[in-house]
């Protein structure tokens, strides 16, 4: 079988990686495509992931994603039609699907972001088959246009794609004599975010002033110029993280984790690693979190200074969040193999 992947997105590399490989080694023709995307494309090479760069992001503005998303799908036309696959594979990549569909290709669409409308918008009617985890209801895309028969849900968050998997293809570790505490930097060039002009900067500058005093900090950024204005910010306080890496050392040495985004959240509560969400908007697997004791949210300055020193001080607390966060990755499905079973194979 022929089967194309559309991987745009860091999480997507690591997310697809695992069905990629398995395909290519029962005998399946993959084909992965990506853009031009910093962390995307790195992290691709980081993990041995082949792909092949069609057009480049579109950046926050709203003009230039209609002009970068229009010069890619026609790119992307081309090269599939070429490659003429029997399925696509995405994550609701907006030219993915709407190539696929244009070309009459029967596609598996993923997501775990109904509150990411523009994206779902353009996605979601037009996938055979959307897959998500459990936590989501079925009512939150049926509103998008899809038939609640199309979807199917997995018991899994994403990220145990890749935490079940054993990989040490690549470490990067921040580790000093001090306790680490990481910062994860909001998806600011997202339609959600962007549009709304939401930001967690006053939250960032109370963990950095608060914490930098006993601990190493450390800010994980997406963009180039996340990478300047953390630098010009932060960077007498706090290590600006300027390359890109695999999270999952990253994450495992460190002691605290604070998140301004989604996948980087979910993936350092089921690590063990103690989690504050600061994420500006609210969300299913963000809420599912909560809900299991995994994250603490907050978008109070106070109560984050007090919650992450608690956290980092307390060491039974920390003993029983490991044991939580694994008997909860343990339970969970590997949403690969739903994957390829949605594939047909």
Known sequence: MRIWF?????????????????????????????????????????????????????GADRYDKLVAGAKRTEE?????????????????????????????????????????????????????????????PYSAWTGYGISRNSISRYRALDPAAWLKQKDASHTTE??????????????????YIADSKLGSVGLIDAAVDELSQTADVAILCRYSDQIEYARERYGSKARIVEEVFDGVPLIKSADLFIGAGGTMSAEAALLGVPTISIAPVRFHVDDYLARSGLVSRTRSAKTLARTAKKMLADKRYREQYRKRAARALASMEDPTDRIIRAIGL
């Open 6 to 58: 559309d991987v745009l997105t860091p999480k997507q590399v690591m997310f697809f990686r695992p069905a990629v490989e398995k395909l290519r080694q029962s005998g399946h023709e993959v084909l992965c495509t990506s853009r031009d995307y910093r962390e995307a494309v790195e992290l691709a090479r980081i993990k041995k992931l082949e792909v092949e760069i069609v057009g480049r992001h579109g």
């Open 76 to 136: 992307l036309a081309g090269r599939v039609r070429k490659f003429s696959p029997e399925v696509s594979v995405t994550f609701s990549s907006p030219e993915g699907t709407r190539v696929a569909f244009g070309l009459g290709i029967r596609q598996i669409g993923l997501n775990d972001s109904p509150h990411a409308e523009a994206v779902a918008r353009l996605t979601v009617p037009l996938v055979s088959r959307l897959l998500c985890p459990w936590v989501i």
């Open 174 to 191: 921040i580790k000093g004599d001090k306790k680490t505490v990481l910062v994860r930097l909001e998806e600011s060039k997202a339609s």
